[in-house]
């Protein structure tokens, strides 16, 4: 034993070592000490193998998991050795080729050892008589999924699921199984189950808003439960008529420069504002298309701005700016200087600029009719197509002759209804027109087939033009469907329709065409602008002398 040279730093031991500040047992630990690291395993102070940086406990995992494994002379874990013994017993089955255990007894795997349920055999099928497997009710499957029946089956499985079910399900059921197919009508029951059955509001005004998609379309079924429930009076209507209007003015404004956008945003929420109090006030408010073809013209002017003036400021926009814009669209120009007057106004009372360009600035147009009309030759090759071609549809010839001989618009023939038609005196109703309209043969004939086309489809829509969108409500047909109805002869309803209106003009007296069309009588005035008439001139100058 060493002499005793000075007692330890860390435990008071006596130290043998003249090199040393700590005693045999702390120099031994301190140099374990500094060997061991933490384990990025096991998060413990441990010393680390050089081949895999952990420490001896974590360095034995399993070959196929990467599970630890406890024993160092195993190489998979209890898992995966169960499983690599199960593999070891499993042979191939001679009938579905799949490793299984096979059975002494059939010499196959359990899953094919095992008796099949037998199909029950094919029988006469008592709607279409063919020999098939049976589906349900004594039908095959083609005609159990065709089968009327179906929506009022499952309804009755919905009414017995239920504990209170609404007192409205059964006649909801007979609704949509009148207007829609056997599928879709079983699919709008499940979906009202499921609506039922989630624990929240069943009245019809909350069962209606949970039945809405979020995006653009509201989906089927919710427009089946709006047609429903406003139809037996339980709720009322649904504002995606606005929220559409909503989205297409806020993609119009954010299609804005960013310089530019603020005020866009605020003359639009200006502008609604004013449309909410004259609808309040019951006077006549600015439509949504109004709305939205103002901001189009706004956004047309931003772009403009910055891409051809580089201008990225309200402040800075002079005359010549908003005169260049201008000459862009020639034919534009009194509707666009419109809404840039109203812009500017607003932009200055919002103190955004001092000074309006469009202040001094004027659109001067003659009054007069400037549209084109048809040419006698093809007047007639329209009536011809209309009333002689059979591969015509029926909405365009029935479009095309009540605007040729009868003068009638998209809107009126848009909204027009069985209602307004009076089979006895062979009249109709036209909008906002007095008087019923009496139908001369050729349009009466073509109004028969268009009625004709309709009843082919099992609708309840009181329209007379029904598209297959709109067959399952009321809803008139769309107005873009009735502005391309007519392309296939070449020529637009608004064209066909100022020239019926441009020939009665001028060879009957103005208000008496307006009385009879229920318009304004200073808007038929338009329709004379430049014309003479010869016979009365003559009889003037006859005068004279």
């Known amino acids: 034993m060493g002499k005793k040279q000075r007692d330890c730093v860390t435990c008071g031991d006596p130290v043998e070592y003249l090199d040393r500040q700590h005693c045999c047992r702390c120099w031994r630990r301190l140099n374990e000490q500094a060997a061991k690291a933490t384990c990025p395993g096991c998060d413990r102070d441990r010393v680390l193998q050089q081949d895999t940086g952990r420490c001896i406990i974590c360095s034995r995992v399993c070959e196929e998991c990467g599970s630890p494994v406890r024993s160092s002379q195993n190489r998979l874990c209890r898992n995966c050795r169960r499983k690599a013994d199960q593999r070891a017993a499993q042979q191939t089955c001679s009938r579905c080729r799949r490793p299984g255990y096979l059975r002494e007894t059939t010499g196959w795997c359990g899953h094919c050892s095992r008796p ?94 949970r039945s809405r998609r979020p995006g653009r379309s509201m989906g089927s079924f919710a427009r089946a439960l709006e047609d429903f429930f406003t139809l037996h009076h339980l709720a009322l209507p649904t504002d995606q008529a606005e929220r559409l209007a909503a989205g297409r003015r806020q993609r119009r404004i954010e299609a804005v420069p960013e310089p530019l956008r603020q005020a866009v945003a605020a003359f639009n929420t200006s502008r609604m504002r004013a449309q909410d109090r004259a609808r309040r006030a019951g006077t006549r408010p600015r439509s949504n298309h109004t709305l939205e073809t ?74 007069g009719f400037r549209g084109q009309t048809l040419a006698l030759d093809q007047q007639r090759e329209l009536f011809r197509r209309w009333t002689t071609n059979e591969h015509v549809h029926p909405h365009e010839a029935m479009l095309g002759m009540l605007a040729l001989l009868h003068g009638a618009s998209s809107s009126e023939v848009r909204m027009l209804q069985v209602n307004d038609i009076d089979q006895q005196a062979q009249t109709v109703r036209l909008g906002k027109r007095p008087h019923p309209v009496p139908l001369d043969p050729a349009s009466w004939t073509v109004l028969q087939k268009c009625l004709a086309h309709r009843e082919a489809w099992p609708t309840s829509n009181p329209h007379v033009v029904v598209t297959k969108g709109t067959k399952a409500g009321r809803s008139p047909a769309s107005t873009a469907h009735l502005s391309h109805v007519l392309d296939d002869c070449g020529f637009p309803p608004r064209m066909i329709r100022s020239t019926r209106l441009l020939d009665l003009v001028n060879t009957m007296d103005p208000k008496l065409v307006a009385a009879a069309f229920g318009m304004d009588p200073q808007a038929t005035l338009i329709y004379l602008s430049d014309r003479i008439d010869e016979t009365r001139l003559s009889q003037w100058e006859t005068d004279r002398t």
């Open 116 to 209: 099949r349920q037998q199909k029950q055999p094919p029988r006469t099928c008592r709607e279409c008589g063919q020999l098939r497997r049976h589906a349900g009710l004594g039908l095959c499957s083609a005609c159990w999924q065709k089968h009327p029946g179906r929506p009022f089956i499952r309804g009755e499985h919905l009414r017995d699921r239920l504990a209170d079910p609404p007192s409205w399900l059964g006649d909801f059921v007979a609704h949509v199984a009148a207007r829609h197919c056997t599928a879709r009508a079983c699919g709008f029951v499940t979906d009202l189950g499921r609506l039922l059955q989630d624990g929240h509001s069943a009245s019809p005004q909350a069962l209606l808003e």
């Open 294 to 367: 103002a901001l189009a013209t706004l956004r047309d002017l931003a772009l403009f701005l910055v891409d051809d003036r580089d201008k990225n400021d309200w402040a800075l926009v002079d005359v010549h700016d908003v005169e260049a814009f201008l000459a862009v669209l020639p034919k534009g120009r009194k509707r666009r200087l419109t809404v840039l007057r109203q812009f500017f106004r607003f932009a200055r009372s919002q103190k955004m600029l001092l000074v309006d360009p469009t202040r001094q600035l004027i659109a001067k147009e003659p009054n």
